[in-house]
């Protein structure tokens, strides 16, 4: 398997680095700084970490799965040359804090967060995939019962296919994954989180569920 | 069954009306005049015609099927007496079109289109449904398969109900009903259609497919 940087230490990247390291990946995980009490937590797994930077260095995939508000500043304090030529998976949700009520989608049809990130490095192939479900169904899609669905967004079909390798070493299998075109289309996905939350809730704060799509 | 009044003789009011007919509902379906020439293309359905007017008086059950751009104008039109009391069933989408691009949702998170029509009309019992979805499969769940969802959002109990009622007639059972809560939860469906359109072109421009909420 390839070298794999994860940005950011939250519950999204702790849990994709834990499986990827049970994989067998050579994975290291960057927060804001390398000496961040939240690496402390990582401990445990077998992975390396770092700062941002060096995580970005580290991996010839790259996971974005820092919170989408700070995505872009995030990749900036990398800058451009550690993402040259690589591909970078967007995992991420740009979600505002509202005071009182349910984080709102700050995402337009026509921006979403991934496309401004490949906007903004135009020689890194993105990939938006995996943000339309909690990170367990994320790395272990057999915990959700029958053929729910995994999208894809990306302009690069090589790039597209090295995650769905990275899709399929977590178990998921081919007819799961949706590609939905170019990274035009990630703001479907993007916009999809406001229902998402709103069916967990529904479920009693439940978020092993996943969306499928089914037809005749 | 009860007296539905349809506004809207779009693909989406004009199948609804189709489908209530042959279910036996008596039907009004209005248009922005009564003597709208769209309404020819309805005489073949056993469903009486009128103005936008008429089809919310006939109507102890109104479907709001208009394009969401104007659906609150529409309202307007026909005036809150009418409305008094009934419920409101509000199948539209609020879609922009984009010169060379898809449709473009202009909902945001905190301000769906039944919030603001339930908003405006405070003593009308909005209840947001059926929306993320082609119309065919609204009125004839079965032609896809698997327990696919539709959702259901209101802040009256009696109202949903009277909903649920009407989905049961297209043949929805009650395991594919998710309700979301109240009226303030309609915002995650509105936003699904990005992904919808994407979904369905992805598919290469079939929309008999439906979203599912899949589980452990």
Chains 1, 2 share one sequence.
Not at 17 to 22: P, Q, S
């Amino acid at each position: 398997m390839t070298t794999v940087g994860i940005l950011g230490t939250g519950i999204v990247g702790r849990t994709l680095a834990a499986r990827l390291a049970e994989l067998g990946a050579d994975v290291v995980v960057g927060a804001r700084t390398a000496d961040s009490q939240s690496l402390e937590q990582l401990a445990e797994l077998n992975v390396g970490t770092g700062s941002f930077a060096d995580a970005a260095g580290h991996g010839d995939l790259i996971i974005n799965a820092t919170n989408g508000l700070h995505s872009l500043a995030v990749l900036e304090s990398v800058g451009s040359d550690a993402l040259v030529g690589k591909t970078l998976v967007d995992v991420a949700n740009e979600l505002q804090p509202v005071e009182g009520g349910l984080p709102k989608p700050v995402v337009a049809a026509d921006a979403s967060l991934a496309q401004r990130i490949q906007d903004a490095y135009p020689d890194t192939f993105v990939v938006k995939s995996l943000n339309t479900m909690g990170c367990h169904v994320m790395v272990n899609p057999s915990i959700v019962a029958g053929d729910h669905t995994v999208f894809l967004s990306g302009d690069d079909a090589g790039a597209k296919q090295r995650v769905q390798e990275l899709l399929a070493s977590f178990g998921w299998r081919p007819e799961q994954m949706l590609d939905l075109g170019g990274i035009d289309t990630a703001a479907g996905p993007e916009l999809m989180m406001t229902a998402w939350i709103r069916v967990m809730i529904a479920r009693g704060f439940d978020g092993t569920f996943n969306w499928a799509v089914n037809s005749a």
